[in-house]
């Protein structure tokens, strides 16, 4: 279950890159979550309340940091926080 939770944030903070990364290009793009939340929520047993979803899409938005997290390691090291995060919801 934690890889493939792993593997689900790892997927929502690459398209968070690359939205951000077309919006700063000025290319219309609008935001258009896949849905992983609600799948990774169901896995980990975490209630779908509004703040629970605020809370992973900020944590996604930070991981989302392309200087900050600039390598296919960082990424997962982020996932890997993100997922410690959602255990303690």
Known sequence: MKTNVLTLI????KISRLTNALDRLNVPVNHYPLGNAKVIFSLMEIPEA???FEMYYKLIEQAADMEQFDSTE????SAEGIFRELMGV
Do not use: L, R, T
């Open 74 to 77: 960082k990424i997962s090291e």
């Open 10 to 13: 790892k997927d929502d903070i």
């Open 50 to 52: 509004e703040q629970n």
